[in-house]
C-alpha cells in the first residue's frame, strides 16, 4: 500500500485508507497542516486511493496509481497560488474549477480537484467555491489544502470533513531525512531536527541549504553580543547579515531567535532550556536579563518574522533590529 511511504501520521494514513476500501470518502475535504508536512504527497495518495485499480488502495502500483502519483493523471486536477500570498487563489481559478468540474471525467470514476494553498483564497473566491461543494457532481472529490482551517468561512468548513497532518516523532524524522538525503551526517540531521522538530519538508529545507543550523548560529551569535557589555558586538554580528549570502539565514533567524528567548525565560522560571545545544548562550541570557527583558526580546523576534514574510529591504531590517533589539534589553 502506498500509504507506507509516508512517514507518521499512522491514525490519519489508516482513516483514510479504511474510507477508501469502503468507499466511504467525503467529497469534500479539508487536509490541514503546517508548511513542510507533505500536504500535496498525502492528497496525491488520496487521489491514487479513489482512482487505484486494485484491491487495497492506493497500491502504488497499478496504472492509474502511478499516473496520479506522478502528477500525470487527466482527472486529477491541481491547483496552485503563483505568489503564495495572501488573496492569491483568484476567484477566477475557482470559476474554472466550477466549469471543468461539470464535465465527466475522462478515463476515471472519479475527478479529484486537489486545491493547494486553499486557504490563500478571499471571501469572494470562497463564496464561490461554496457554490460547487453546495451541488458537486456525484463523482468530483475536492481535496483543500491549507497551514490553518480556520482561514475557511464557516460554510465552507460545514461542507468538509477536515484531515489534520501532524508532525513525526524524531525518531521518524531521522529514518525519512537519511532516506531522502545522502549529504549530511547523522549528527547534522539529529542537530537539524532538534531544532526545526518533527517537520521532514522543513528539516529537508534546513539541511539543503544548511540555513536552519547557521541560522541558529547566528541567533546564539546575536544572544551572545546583547550579553556582551560591548556595544560593537551587536554591530559586528548583524553586520555580517548585510551581505547578499546572508539572505537565507536573515530569513530563517526570527524562528532560533525567538527559540532561544524562550528558553532562556524557561530557565529564570526554573524549567529547562528545550534546545539542549543552545542551552549555555540560554543560561547567559538568563542571567543577564529579567523575564520582562526576554520577553520583550522574543517579541522582537517575532516582529522579525513577519518583516521578512513581507520582503522588507535587508538594510533598513537590520537598522530596525539593531535598534528593537536595543530597546528591548533596555526596557525595564
Ligand atoms: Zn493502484
Redesign the pocket.
Known sequence: MAFETFFGNEVLKNTVWQRLKTGTLPHAIILEGERGLGKRTFARLIA?GLL???EN??????R??TNVLEKNHPDVLYYETEKHTKDNFKIDTVRDIRDIAYISPNQAAYKVFILAEADLMNTAAQNALLKILEEPPAYAVFILLCEKKSAFLETILSRCTVYKLERVDDETAFAAVRELLSGPTDEEIRKCIELVGGNIGMVLDGLRGNEALRANEKALEIAEALCSSYEFDLLKVLGDLEAPAAKGILAALAEPLKAVCRDAVALRCGGEALIKMNAPTAHRLAESFTKKQLFALEEVAEELGRRVDRNMNRKLLLTWLCAALRTAVEYE
Do not use: E, I, K
Open positions: 491514487a487505484c485499480a486494485n488502495p492506493p497500491c502504488g502500483q497499478c492509474a496509481c
